[in-house]
Nanobody
Framework: QVQLVEFGGGLVQPGGSLRLSCVGS????????MGWYRQAPGKQRELIAD???????NYADSVKGRFTISRDNAKNTLYLQMNSLNSDDTAVYYC???????????WGRGTQVTVSS
């Protein structure tokens, strides 16, 4: 059974930083391109960053230059370093394979990030 567990979220002031982690079990992490998604209140879940098996990365324009995605295949872990956070980054953050469908059974509970003063 595949399980993806996200953690590291919290309340942070504008301009602050957070590092999210996603640990996978029941999955051979290294064979998948992986992504970080987020869902803000009243909006659909969107892919904001992804990383290929070999480490190539892509970012949504809204986070480019501020967020960095990385992976440690040996630890089955995906990371998202988030800097210069602003209120628009407030959302629940999820990890999954790149281009995961909405009905993917691998969606976890996500981790809440709230940017507020």
């Amino acid at each position: 059974q595949v399980q993806l567990v996200e953690f590291g979220g919290g309340l942070v002031q504008p301009g602050g930083s957070l590092r999210l982690s996603c640990v996978g079990s029941g999955i051979i992490f290294s064979i998948f391109g992986m992504g970080w998604y987020r869902q803000a209140p009243g909006k659909q879940r969107e892919l904001i960053a992804d990383i290929t098996r070999t480490g190539s990365t892509n970012y949504a324009d809204s986070v480019k230059g501020r967020f960095t995605i990385s992976r440690d295949n040996a630890k089955n872990t995906l990371y998202l370093q988030m800097n210069s956070l602003n209120s628009d980054d407030t959302a629940v953050y999820y990890c999954n394979t790149k281009a995961a469908p909405a009905d993917s059974p691998w969606w976890g509970r996500g981790t809440q990030v709230t940017v507020s003063s």
